[in-house]
């Protein structure tokens, strides 16, 4: 081969292997913007993960917090008081990846105070960058995601909404997450405690709990497994099969259509053993007893015999 040939197969050789670098280079890239991409949707599910718990927390102690808060000064949630209810697992850490840590401050509404609304804020640890901030904010699927630039200001996913951290007595820095509980989601989350649910929900028994009386209205209560009870107080009739008591049964009067089985005595204070018609009294085992057939003479059951050790 000629020098001057060897020359340009070197240089080819040199622009493919240049060309091989770029492509390398920009593949490493973007599988490293990949790869953040995925890491900030899992930080976004922590976080609202934490800000759904915060909102059946806020749902669950609407009045305590109405008692405890103001509309300048918050109640505070942590995730410890999360873990100790049951509304976040024990395993949930108390920081995310960055080592920030995330609260709600909970106010009333300054229009109408009888109203709560709430902020979810990170604070403390290293800052997100500003593509990590806005990706995750329109990831939070709990409320309205926002994040924080100036240390100052919540700024809502695709600047959506902007509201000072001062409203809700909360601090933080630039390079974190915030994440908004309005007063209509937390509405939402008081009413969902005061439904009965119909259907068994996991971790959520008190859905399932009634916490007051309840007036059926004169309507009925149909196809029953079982009642437990302390007490039933009924003002009409009591229908059934069998009836076992461990205690004591009282009332005005009974009427039973067969039979009545005592395993003791049956004892009258001040009443009479009334029979009616051509009965009395029976001992079973030994077939005598007392009856009346007339209204003139009492009889022996079986024309038994009469003893008695005295007169």
Same mark, same amino acid.
């Given at each position: 081969?000629?020098?001057?040939?060897?020359?340009?197969?070197?240089?080819?050789?040199?622009?493919?292997?240049?060309?091989?670098?770029?492509?390398?280079?920009?593949?490493?890239?973007?599988?490293?913007?990949?790869?953040?991409?995925?890491?900030?949707?899992?930080?976004?599910?922590?976080?609202?993960?934490?800000?759904?718990?915060?909102?059946?927390?806020?749902?669950?102690?609407?009045?305590?917090? &109405?008692?405890?808060? @103001?509309? $300048?000064?918050?109640?505070?949630?942590?995730?410890?008081? +999360?873990? *100790?209810? !049951?509304?976040? %697992?024990?395993?949930?850490?108390?920081?995310?990846?960055?080592?920030?840590?995330?609260?709600?401050?909970?106010?009333?509404?300054?229009?109408?105070?009888?109203?709560?609304?709430?902020?979810?804020?990170?604070?403390?640890?290293?800052?997100?960058?500003?593509?990590?901030?806005?990706?995750?904010?329109?990831?939070?699927?709990?409320?309205?995601?926002?994040?924080? &630039?100036?240390?100052? @200001?919540? $700024?809502?996913?695709?600047?959506?909404?902007?509201?000072? +951290?001062? *409203?809700? !007595?909360?601090? %933080?820095?630039?390079?974190?997450?915030?994440?908004?509980?309005?007063?209509?989601?937390?509405?939402?989350?008081?009413?969902?405690?005061?439904?009965?649910?119909?259907?068994?929900?996991?971790?959520?028994?008190?859905?399932?709990?009634?916490?007051?009386?309840?007036?059926?209205?004169?309507?009925?209560?149909?196809?029953?497994?079982?009642?437990?009870?302390?007490?039933?107080?009924?003002?009409?009739?009591?229908?059934?099969?069998?009836?076992?008591?461990?205690?004591?049964?009282?009332?005005?009067?009974?009427?039973?259509?067969?039979?009545?089985?005592?395993?003791?005595?049956?004892?009258?204070?001040?009443?009479?053993?009334?029979?009616?018609?051509?009965?009395?009294?029976?001992?079973?085992?030994?077939?005598?007893?007392?009856?009346?057939?007339?209204?003139?003479?009492?009889?022996?059951?079986?024309?038994?015999?009469?003893?008695?050790?005295?007169?």
């Amino acid at each position: 081969m000629k020098k001057y040939d060897r020359g340009w197969a070197s240089l080819e050789i040199g622009a493919a292997l240049l060309i091989v670098m770029i492509i390398v280079a920009w593949g490493a890239g973007i599988w490293q913007d990949y790869l953040k991409t995925k890491g900030w949707q899992a930080e976004a599910r922590l976080v609202s993960n934490w800000a759904s718990a915060a909102r059946s927390y806020i749902g669950k102690n609407y009045t305590t917090l &109405q008692a405890s808060s @103001t509309t $300048t000064t918050p109640a505070v949630i942590t995730t410890t008081m +999360l873990k *100790n209810t !049951g509304f976040l %697992s024990s395993g949930f850490t108390e920081t995310n990846s960055e080592g920030q840590r995330l609260q709600a401050y909970v106010v009333r509404n300054t229009q109408n105070p009888e109203l709560l609304q709430a902020m979810v804020v990170s604070s403390g640890g290293t800052p997100y960058p500003v593509k990590a901030l806005i990706q995750m904010a329109k990831d939070i699927t709990t409320g309205l995601g926002g994040y924080i &630039q100036d240390g100052k @200001t919540a $700024t809502g996913a695709l600047r959506s909404w902007s509201v000072a +951290l001062s *409203n809700y !007595g909360a601090k %933080s820095g630039n390079g974190h997450i915030a994440v908004l509980l309005s007063t209509d989601e937390l509405s939402g989350a008081a009413e969902d405690t005061d439904r009965l649910y119909r259907f068994q929900v996991n971790g959520r028994p008190d859905l399932n709990k009634m916490h007051t009386a309840i007036d059926m209205g004169s309507n009925n209560l149909n196809n029953i497994g079982a009642v437990n009870a302390q007490t039933g107080n009924f003002s009409g009739n009591v229908n059934g099969v069998n009836g076992t008591f461990s205690g004591q049964v009282k009332g005005n009067s009974g009427n039973f259509d067969v039979n009545v089985t005592a395993g003791g005595d049956i004892r009258s204070n001040n009443g009479w053993l009334i029979t009616r018609n051509s009965k009395g009294w029976l001992n079973e085992t030994h077939g005598g007893g007392f009856y009346m057939s007339d209204g003139s003479w009492v009889r022996s059951v079986n024309n038994k015999g009469i003893y008695t050790g005295g007169q």
